[in-house]
């Protein structure tokens, strides 16, 4: 519907419309379920404006409302630059005649070059045409009908018409807007950008998207057969992170909605094995996440298994696949389980040996961990004089690795025969200097017993 052309006289007073709310206290009853009242469907005639649709494609990129624009193809000839930026922004551009004249009063060959020309003009501004059209004034027959579908156009009507396009303020328009919503049922708001009243308008979007969200309706733009189709939320998974506990802990990953929508949606979470061992470090979790209508939020919960081991922090993946009523944004998130385990301690084994009567003798030295761990542990194990010196066993240092899980290394020390009567003696071999271990105990005293007589 189009009454008259915007004037510039509204220039001034659109300038700081997009930001100011029209002066109406619309309060909800109750506060309800985001979507649970069905879609709305914001359409704007007659456009568009240089002086006040720029003000309408803010105020709703700003709101994150999706929305169809009807252009009059004269004015798209006159601001093509509008018509671009609507298209740009991701805003649907529909058909309304060249001239805005009334359909059912042209004949065939008037329809088809009135739509055309529109269309072409759409395209030259560097647009993007839907083939959503509407009637001027609404006016349509099954005649008209005809000529449309054979362009390849379908025709799109409406359910709400507050009569911005008359002489309301920004108050009545938001009140007969949000008065002619009906929950469960198609809506389709008839609103104009591209008429002088427009500027009332730009005034009173901001409050009708506002008390339509309070009570429960999702906005919505219009699809290629001209209904109001479900907004499709993008789906984040994010990163997590929890230390072992005694007896396991939760970590918790959260999936979340960019946007509530008014049906159910679904995503398969998985987790996946990167550093940490799924049957060892946690529960391997594959399931469905829903979403019920109006939920943007769901928080999975991944058991994490008491590790006694001594480990360095392990990472594992969250995956979200298979997208139901949804997109996937970012599908990927990083769970990272930090250790509680103090290092394990390493013992040196006491040794006995008997002196040989002549050369040398092997004795081998037992290094234990109190238990496994999943580090690399490395340690310098030396010799270290006692009652027993060099000319009894030959010095040595030497560096001990244990990989993760082994619990035993070994150091081999040689002693020498001594042509002297002496008593048992004894000198020590300690651990010194090591990594992601405790050396406390890490010393053992080996004995060197003297030889049987004769």
């Known amino acids: 519907m189009r009454p008259a052309r915007v004037s510039a006289v ?4 659109v300038l700081a419309a997009a930001g100011v709310a029209a002066p109406v206290d619309a309060r909800p009853s109750a506060s309800v379920t985001p979507c649970s009242n069905g879609l709305v469907a914001l359409t704007f005639d007659d456009g568009p404006s240089a002086a006040l649709t720029p003000g309408f494609l803010s105020v709703l990129q700003r709101q ?12 798209v000839r006159a601001n093509p630059g509008v018509a671009r930026r609507a298209t740009e922004l991701g805003f649907k551009i529909g058909n309304h005649t060249f001239a805005h004249k009334k359909l059912v009063k042209l004949d065939d060959a008037a329809i088809r070059a009135t739509l055309r020309q529109t269309r072409r003009a759409v395209s030259d501004s560097g647009a993007r045409p839907s083939t959503l059209m509407r009637p001027p004034y609404g006016s349509i027959d099954e005649r008209v009908r005809r000529v449309v579908a054979d362009l390849g156009l379908v025709p799109v009507l409406w359910t709400a018409d507050p009569r911005d396009w008359a ?17 469960q049922e198609t809506n389709i708001v008839l609103l104009h950008d591209g008429v002088p009243n427009s500027a009332n308008t730009l005034l009173a979007l901001p409050r009708i998207i506002r008390v339509a969200r309070t009570r429960g309706y999702c906005f919505a733009g219009l699809d290629r057969l001209g209904h109001p189709a479900p907004p499709v939320p993008r789906a984040t998974v994010s990163d997590a992170s929890v230390e072992e506990g005694p007896g396991g ?10 946007r509530p929508t008014s049906r159910q949606t679904s995503v398969r979470f998985r987790t996946l094995a990167s550093m940490a061992a799924s049957s060892r470090d946690y529960v391997g979790v594959d399931r469905r996440i829903r979403f019920p209508a109006g939920t943007t939020r769901a928080m999975v919960s991944v058991t994490v298994r008491d590790d006694p081991r001594d480990e360095s922090t392990e990472r594992l993946m969250f995956r979200l696949s298979a997208p139901r009523g949804l997109r996937i944004m970012d599908g990927t998130g990083i769970g990272v389980i930090r250790d509680d385990d103090s290092p394990p301690r390493l013992v040196v084994r006491d040794a006995a040996v008997t002196e040989p009567a002549t050369g040398t003798v092997a004795v081998p030295i037992t290094l234990r961990l109190s238990r496994a761990s999943g580090k690399r542990i490395q340690v310098s194990v030396s010799t270290k004089a006692g009652t027993a010196d060099a000319a009894d066993f030959v010095s040595k240092t030497q560096v001990l690795t244990l990989l993760p899980g082994e619990v035993k290394g070994r150091f081999t020390v040689t002693v020498l025969a001594d042509s002297v009567v002496e008593r048992a003696e004894t000198f020590t071999v300690r651990a010194t200097e090591g990594s992601n271990v405790d050396l406390s105990r890490a010393a053992g005293v080996v004995t060197i017993l003297p030889p049987p007589p004769g």
Do not use: K
């Open 10 to 13: 509204c220039v001034s007073l």
């Open 64 to 75: 994150r409302v999706p929305a169809t624009f009807f252009v009059v193809g004269e004015q």
């Open 167 to 183: 002489d309301g303020s920004a108050r009545s328009i938001v009140a007969s807007t949000v008065a002619q919503l009906r929950p």
């Open 249 to 258: 802990s939760l970590m918790t990953a959260i999936v979340t909605l960019d």
